[in-house]
């Protein structure tokens, strides 16, 4: 699953949107937008930034695969 795919899927797993989410993470809308249509890939702190987001709800991003 592409990363983008994984903030997707996520996002709407915790009923946010893409502001929301940009919000939770520390970045813009549009950078959200960008990695859910996979324009654009997220640099190492932003990765981390999510890994640690899902982690804080208890979300396993390496089982969403599975889940989905």
């Known amino acids: ?3 983008g795919e994984k903030v997707k899927v996520v996002r709407k797993k915790l009923y946010l949107s893409q502001v929301m989410m940009a919000k939770e993470l520390g970045v813009a809308f549009a950078t959200v ?3 859910e249509s996979g324009r654009c890939k997220p640099n190492y702190s932003a990765q981390k930034a999510f890994a640690d987001f899902c982690k804080a709800n208890s979300i396993d991003v390496d089982t969403l695969e599975e889940r989905r």
């Open 33 to 35: 937008n960008r990695w």
């Open 1 to 3: 699953m592409e990363f």
